[in-house]
């Protein structure tokens, strides 16, 4: 059992104390805006100065409630110095109505194109993301949306679906991106519904296929939604990005640019691309 945390505030600094012990004194971090984007999985903050720069940040895992992954995301934001009260909040993602304190709630579409355009400073953007239940594609001219499309009806391409496998093969989300590369053969998992499709790899299991093969499988069944919404913009421009939670999987990333013919960039940041835009929004509301 881990030790209470609990945090003490001055008028000169943050101290964290766990337990019996007390953390090194932290100097406040005078945040222009943060901004909180709770999804159905991972619940994510931003903090950023009045230049727009990200001076905090947190990822953890949503859990069973909103309103206990934003306690932990303020508890987070206190230990690294942030004053979480003094600064105005922007809500996003599936849990934004939770944000009791927020001064705006906006959609993850608007926040993931702000963000995104902050993070890759382009004109023109195309954005792909995929979230734990959905997966979206957003063409943004100077971090304003153009033009976008949503897969919300089932979770088939999405990050839940790649967790749901992952669990099958006793890998995680990370692994199953590594060992993909490794396949042999290229085997197809053509059920568009993740209970099918799920069904199809136990089959796949017991016909002997190999975790490396399956894994290609199951990434390409998400490129695969990816390229038909992809397809649906009228117009592709300037620089396709990937946002969302599989921003470290390098190996995803080379499979979509492969089957949209076009390079596809990102970065670890780009987890943060909605909370990101949410605060750079926050910091306009202080600045107004």
Known sequence: MQDAVTVQQDANRTEVKRGSSTAAALPFVQAAGIGVDIGSTWAKAVAVDGAGTLIASVCLPTGWSSKEALKAIQQALAEQGVLVDEAPLVATGYGREAVA?????????????????????????????????????????????????????????????????AQRLDVSVGELDHIA????????????????????????????????????????????????????????????????GLCDSAYFIELVANALGRTVVSSPEARLAGAYGAALIAKDLKQK
Not at 138 to 158: H, L, P, Q, W
Not at 205 to 210: E, F, M, N, R
Not at 229 to 239: D, R, T
């Open 101 to 165: 304190n927020a001064a705006k709630r906006v959609t993850e579409i608007t926040c993931h194109a702000r963000g995104a355009a902050a993070l890759f400073p382009e004109e023109t953007l195309t954005i792909i993301d995929i979230g734990g239940q959905d997966t979206k594609v957003i063409a943004c001219r100077d971090g304003r949306v153009e033009e976008f499309y949503m897969n919300d009806k089932c979770s088939a391409g999405t990050g839940r679906f790649l967790e749901i496998m």
């Open 181 to 244: 590369r490794t396949h042999t053969e290229e085997l197809s998992i053509s059920a568009m519904c993740t209970v099918f499709a799920e069904s199809e790899v136990i089959s796949l299991i017991g016909g002997g296929a190999s975790k490396e093969n399956i894994a290609w499988g199951v990434l390409q069944s998400v490129v695969k939604k990816v390229s038909q919404e992809f397809a649906k913009l009228s117009e592709v421009q300037g620089q396709v990005v990937l946002t969302g």
